[in-house]
Every structure is written in C-alpha cells, then in structure tokens.
Nanobody, 121 residues
Framework: QVQLVESGGGLVQAGESLRLSCAASGSSLRFTTMGWYRQAPGKPRDLVASIDKNGGTNYADSVKGRFTISSDNATKNTVYLQMNGLKPEDTAVYYC??????????????WGQGTQVTVSS
C-alpha cells in the first residue's frame, strides 16, 4: 500500500519561503513522476511542479523562477518543493502526487493528505 506523507506547510508573510517535503512508502519501485498540485477554495486542483525519474522538471507558469522541485538522489521516492518569494495567491492546500504509468491502462495516481500553505499580505 503506497502512502505519501507530506510536511512543511504553514503560515508565512508575502516574500518569505517554505519547503515542502513528501516521502513515499510502501513501494520499492520508482515512480514515473512525482509532483505537487495545489487547490484553493472553489478552484480546481492544478499542477504546480513535477519531476520525472530522469530528473526532468515541469512547472506551472505562475511559479517559474520562484519554486524549485527536487528529489532524493538515493531513492527518488522523496520529493521536495522549495518555495521562494511566496505571494498571497500561492495560498492553497498543496498535495503530493506520485504517478506510475503502465504498459496497459490508465496511470496509477497516489495522493498525499494535503498540507496547507497560507501567505499573508
């Protein structure tokens, strides 16, 4: 049973930084991608950043240049999101995602429980 455990959310002022961590357990296999999504009240859950098993990264336009995603070099089953220059519009619940593609069928998605990030102006 795959479990994703997130940590690092909190309340900060605009311009400050936070670092989110997500550790996956219950699987010895590496995931195809790991990433972070966020969901603000009344809005859909959107991709913030992702990293694939080869280290390739992808960012939402709104966070490029401010956020950096990275993974643990040893296991690749731990992912971090360094968030600098936080803005009030970054306020949301942040969810860790781990995805495993399959030769047949839709990809398998695993989600963390979510961690609140609140940025005050």
């Amino acid at each position: 049973q795959v479990q994703l455990v997130e940590s690092g959310g909190g309340l900060v002022q605009a311009g400050e930084s936070l670092r989110l961590s997500c550790a996956a357990s219950g699987s010895s296999l590496r995931f195809t991608t790991m990433g972070w999504y966020r969901q603000a009240p009344g809005k859909p859950r959107d991709l913030v950043a992702s990293i694939d098993k080869n280290g390739g990264t992808n960012y939402a336009d709104s966070v490029k240049g401010r956020f950096t995603i990275s993974s643990d070099n040893a296991t690749k089953n731990t992912v971090y999101l360094q968030m600098n220059g936080l803005k009030p519009e970054d306020t949301a619940v942040y969810y860790c995602n781990a995805r495993r593609t399959r030769a047949v069928g839709v990809p398998l998605d695993y989600w963390g429980q979510g961690t609140q990030v609140t940025v005050s102006s």
